[in-house]
């Protein structure tokens, strides 16, 4: 997977290739990092308050569960005391 790229580093980018830099894409990049990062706290709250048992499975984190918990209606037996 690509590494992503944030504000600080577009801002060092576009500073080293023009000093004047374009204002507006800076800006829609730190709009859109500030939209990550509150859509993964959300998408981390809502997979917790699920209950689900789906993080403890070895490398699936808030994406995964909230992925599965979306597609496979028989995910709400993954949360613990059901069967």
């Not at 600080?8 to 004047?20: D, E, G, H, M, N």
């Not at 709009?31 to 706290?41: H, N, P, T, V, Y």
Request: proline share 7%; charged share 25%.
């Amino acid at each position: 997977m690509p590494e992503e790229i944030t504000a600080v580093q577009a801002t060092r980018i576009l500073q080293s290739a023009k000093p004047s830099g374009p204002a507006e894409l800076l800006e829609d990049i730190r709009r859109l990092d500030a939209q990550i990062r509150e859509s993964r706290k959300k998408r981390a709250i809502a997979v917790k308050g699920s209950g689900t048992s789906l993080t403890g499975i070895f490398g699936a984190g808030p994406v995964i569960a909230a992925t599965v918990m979306a597609t496979w209606p028989g995910s709400a037996s993954l949360r613990p005391g059901r069967s």
